[in-house]
């Protein structure tokens, strides 16, 4: 049943002078997806690069009490843009005109439909860096690294996209244009509003600009891959490495499963017999890197390590982090299906946490691979399946339960950062308890008492379960 009728077409068509609305079934159909699962049809679509004209469509939603589902390039793995309720889809990818850096304030102002990768670019240009890399940079706007607040690989060291976010434009579920934070690093005036919409995947309102901090660029980097015969070995010198005060940018684990997958999908020389790979970089002064080198690969090898290759030049070291990204377009040869899960625990239980998926994967008979930011604690946990093999996709919806248990019980969470959406949505209160959760939903119901923002999202709706197929 459709949510906009004749006649709200035709105030939106007064309101959206400068944009475009879609109401043809076959571009509503373009947005009814994301990269989790299912489809979900919109009533329509807009697309405007005019925030007084998003305000004005805000208000107006507000009022007939009709979902808004704020949308960037749709790369979510949680279900994150999905018009589950119908309503509006709001394309915030046309939102990317502004891309400031701010030399002497050390900050970049961005609109939301921004791709992650060119403010990377830009702030190099300048010899700064903005820390927060998801895989999905190439492709995924600001806009939705700040919903979902996304990380990557440098985590680890750096922090995840909350950690550089000092100021935002925002528009309320009622239509208000509030600004949080501002262009100054120290900010302690009032509630830190700025933190509260960073990852609330868009049920709190439209971010219109941001201002993200920026930091110099380090003179270099130095990369090892350290090959262990366990994957339990691999998990403990991890936390070896953290504990004696060595702190990598990056520090990236691969089982045996993701390193053949790789090997078949393009020959890179990895070791098909090791039982895991860490991929590890550090990065600083070249004369303090030499040292930690030294001693990371020291102390691997005490701990299990078979082999630490260096690599010999800037063109192996890149070859090696190819590798990694290659993982997931690797996998996916295999079987059609792949559920990418992003369960994160303490570091101190990055083994014991190796030891359940390895259960998991043998008590329910997937095929579970798993690599991903092990320095944080950060695994994807991904299962390669067929989603048209009913009987296999009910083992499969039991074995991420169990991972999300898994993750629990060992003090994690259920997500580091993918994002809750409408998947994991049924385990929230696993973490929160009841009264966490409550809170939360009474946050939710102040800022958006028609609850038109992005509706069916990180709250369980009565009943809802993990559906895969």
Sequence with gaps: MKVVTANHLQEIDAIIKTGKVYTDESDRFSYSFDASFGTYLPDLVIQTKSTEELVSLVKFANREKIPLYPRG?????????????????????????ILEIHEEDLVAVVSPGVLTSNIHKAAEQKGFMYPPDPSSSHVSTIGGNLAENSGGPRGLKYGVTKDYVI????????????????STVK????????????????????????????????KATATIMVIFDSLVDAGSAISKILSVGIFPSKMELMDQASIVAVEQFEPL???????ALILIEMDGHPLALQEEVAQASELCRAVGAREVRIPKDKVEEAELWRARKLV?????????????????????????????????????????????????????PNIICDKTDKEEMSRV????????MAAIELGGTLSGEHGIGMMKAPFMEMELGAAGLDIMKRIKEVWDPNNIMNPGKIFPEPGQKLELS
Excluded: W
Aim: hydrophobic share 40%; with cysteine.
């Design 73 to 97: 390039q749709s790369t979510s793995l949680s279900g994150g843009p999905l018009p589950v309720k119908g309503g509006i889809v709001l394309d915030l990818s046309v939102m990317n005109d």
């Design 397 to 404: 919806e039991l074995a991420v339960a169990d991972i999300f």
């Design 328 to 380: 997931s377009p690797a996998i996916v040869r295999i079987k059609p299906t792949k559920i990418s899960e992003d369960a994160t625990v303490p570091r101190s239980k990055i083994p014991q946490m190796c030891e359940r998926l390895q259960k998991i994967r043998d008590k329910y008979g997937v095929h579970l691979v798993v690599f991903g930011h092990a320095g944080d604690g950060n695994l994807h």
């Design 187 to 218: 900010n302690v005036t009032g509630y830190d509003l700025t933190k509260l919409i960073v990852g609330s995947e868009g049920t709190l309102g439209i971010i219109t600009k941001a201002v993200l901090r920026l930091i110099p660029k380090p």
């Design 167 to 182: 100021g935002l434009e925002v528009i309320t579920p009622e239509g208000e244009l509030i600004k949080t934070g501002g």
């Design 269 to 275: 020389g990895l070791p098909v017999d090791a039982a």
